[in-house]
């Protein structure tokens, strides 16, 4: 991928603070990155793999939270979400508040460089991280390879990673996580056509921790 912006932490500072304002201001929540429908996608296979609601969960870069805040209206109980941007913390932190959500974790942590404490989780969540990672201008690659280490260090063996990418294909994904992970399913996404060929615009893939 061209390096970009988006892979920088301070355009995703910079872009929370904005939310924060907002938020403030309005009491509007931000950007839900790939819509309702991914956040429905992730609850739906938690729920028909009758995933139990005390299993530990953990949301890399969690943003606004507003995924853990879903997962917590349907009963899960011990949640974590995790951002490098300590803006992006404080608005989760607000949006936790003003929805009466006490019981999710929020903390600034950068998990290409993980505290002790992330570990042992049953469940990781990644929607656009991973992507963003891809995208940094300096050693794309290099934090790739961390991000897969960072993952091996956060789930329990057999855990579940739930990852919902617009930049890699499931051949990649399957690819890029082939060192400690396998694939279990690819979970349906939106579909297009373009020029008489029918690609997904989003990959969404359920990994296990060998």
Known sequence: FSPSVLGTREHWDAAYERELQTFQDIGDAGEI??????MVRIIRWLEKQKIPCDSSVLDIGTGNGVLLIELAKSGYTDLTGIDYSPSAIQLAEKVREK????????????FLAPSAELSGFEICIDKGTFDAVSLHPDHAVGKRKQYVRSLCSALKSEGFFLITSCNWTKEELVNEFREGFEVLEELPTPKFCFGGRI????????FQRK
Not at 199 to 206: F, I, K
Request: net charge negative; glycine share 12%.
């Open 33 to 38: 990155w790939f819509g309702e429908e991914s």
């Open 99 to 110: 929805e009466g959500m006490s019981n999710i974790k929020f903390k600034v942590e950068d």
């Open 199 to 206: 690609g997904n615009s989003v990959t969404a893939l359920v």
